[in-house]
């Protein structure tokens, strides 16, 4: 249940994030322009990559390494920050600021989205796996955006991102496939924080 008045709008007024069909992805706005998407580097950085949108022979880019994220949730190296990957079938996420531990949601099923924020007002007690993912966060601004979009082209539509605070602190990511009712599926991943 919601801890405050706060946190209850924030759970019933949702800003969902879409893709053109590959991860969502989530960094400090600090290290969001050293993301470039599906272009490929201009900096001189090699990118390895398992995963390979365009001809094996042209260089690999930091959308071939989100696309590579088997898991539903992963972490990448930007710059001297990190990044963490949302994926899905394609993902349609938001981020929900909450005292109890903050959570990115990704709907995979669900009827529509007043039925999503209703259900959210009272997340789950159980069920929650450690992931085994962990960040560390300088404090300031994070931006959420579609993986493929170069960083200095993410924000130029409202509607393509999601920008939010988030404390200095390091972080673990549990993670729930909640499935509260038949007609609803949503994964969940938890950001809670750990002692330094």
Excluded: K
Excluded at 55 to 63: G, I, L, Q, S, V
Excluded at 95 to 113: C, K, L, N, Q
């Amino acid at each position: 249940m919601p801890s405050s008045t706060a946190e209850m709008s924030a759970a019933t007024n949702l800003e969902w994030i879409d893709t053109l069909g590959g991860p969502l992805i989530a960094m400090p706005r600090a290290v969001v322009g050293l993301w470039s998407g599906y272009e490929p580097p201009t900096d001189g950085r090699v990118i390895e990559a398992s995963f390979r949108c365009g001809p094996d022979d042209e260089p690999a880019t930091d959308y071939d390494r989100a696309c590579s994220v088997r898991e539903d949730i992963g972490a990448l190296q930007v710059g001297g920050g990190w990044a963490v990957v949302l994926t899905g079938t394609p993902p349609m996420a938001c981020y929900i600021p909450r005292a109890d531990g903050s959570m990115f949601v990704v709907w995979d099923v669900g009827e529509s989205e007043e039925a999503i924020s209703t259900l959210l007002r009272n997340p789950p007690l159980t069920g929650w796996q450690d992931t085994g993912t962990t960040i560390v966060h300088e404090g300031g601004l994070v931006q959420l955006f579609d993986s493929v979009a170069p960083g200095c082209d993410s924000d130029r539509d409202p509607e393509d991102y999601q920008i939010f605070p988030l404390s200095r602190g390091s972080y673990s990511i549990w993670s729930n496939e909640w499935e509260p009712d038949s007609q609803t599926r949503l994964v969940l991943h938890r950001l809670t924080q750990v002692e330094d």
